[in-house]
């Protein structure tokens, strides 16, 4: 189920994004790791762009995370699945959001290295607190310059991380109890520049 917040034109609840136009269905956000510089925007800085079907990401500074999150709906219950390849630095993490809203949000962080790391997250001043849920492997990931496809799935206290087609973790969260916000996804180089991810398309469904 969702709730409508001021949808913007053509937006869709359940769809997949294709990125072949620029429309403000999506927010774009960059944070600066450095100085905590937050920039707001469309796909216009050269952080994020839409090229030829693809939400590009290129992170030429190390610390650097960038969002992009869907505004028109709020979900409760909802799966999130994105096709990502990576074109930089192997050093990058690969993270998709549910149930974002002022209370907080789950954050599963897919890392090039083969590990991931589920969050509860919370903006708290001008700082995002993580608190971490579970981490873990997956022999699933491909590593280095490859093409990888994530899946997350938001439904009740269930949380689950599908990594290209296998269900990497499944877990029950019984301690944040986060009901309802909206669906996103992040890339950020951690101590390696340039990171470049070409998102090719993001699926937004009923779980």
């Known amino acids: 189920t969702a709730v409508t917040i001021e949808p913007t034109v053509n937006a869709q609840q359940f769809y997949t994004e294709q990125f ?8 774009y956000l960059l944070v600066n790791g450095s100085n905590k510089q937050i920039l707001k925007g469309g796909t216009s800085s050269l952080s994020m762009r839409t090229v030829g079907g693809l939400l590009v990401f290129d992170l030429q500074n190390k610390g650097t995370t960038a969002y992009a999150t869907y505004q028109p709906f709020t979900y409760t219950d909802v799966r999130l699945d ?17 149930r974002k809203s002022d209370a907080g949000w789950y954050q599963f962080d897919i890392a090039s290295s083969g590990l991931y790391e589920i969050f509860f997250a919370k903006a708290v001043g001008d700082a ?25 799935v938001c439904q009740g206290g269930t949380l689950v991380l599908n990594i290209n087609g296998a269900e990497a973790r499944r877990l029950e969260d019984k301690k944040y109890l986060l009901p309802e ?9 951690v101590k390696d520049a340039p990171v470049i991810v070409d998102l090719y398309w993001a699926s937004i469904s009923q779980p």
Request: aromatic share 6%.
């Open 82 to 98: 994105v096709k990502a390849g990576n074109r930089g630095s192997n050093n990058n993490t690969i993270s998709l959001i549910c």
């Open 181 to 189: 916000g909206k669906v996103g996804i992040s890339v950020s180089s």
């Open 128 to 152: 995002v607190e993580y608190t971490r849920i579970a981490d873990g492997g997956s022999g699933k990931i491909k590593t280095g310059w490859a093409e990888n496809e994530y899946g997350i």
């Open 20 to 27: 072949n136009t620029e429309d403000n269905n999506w927010e």
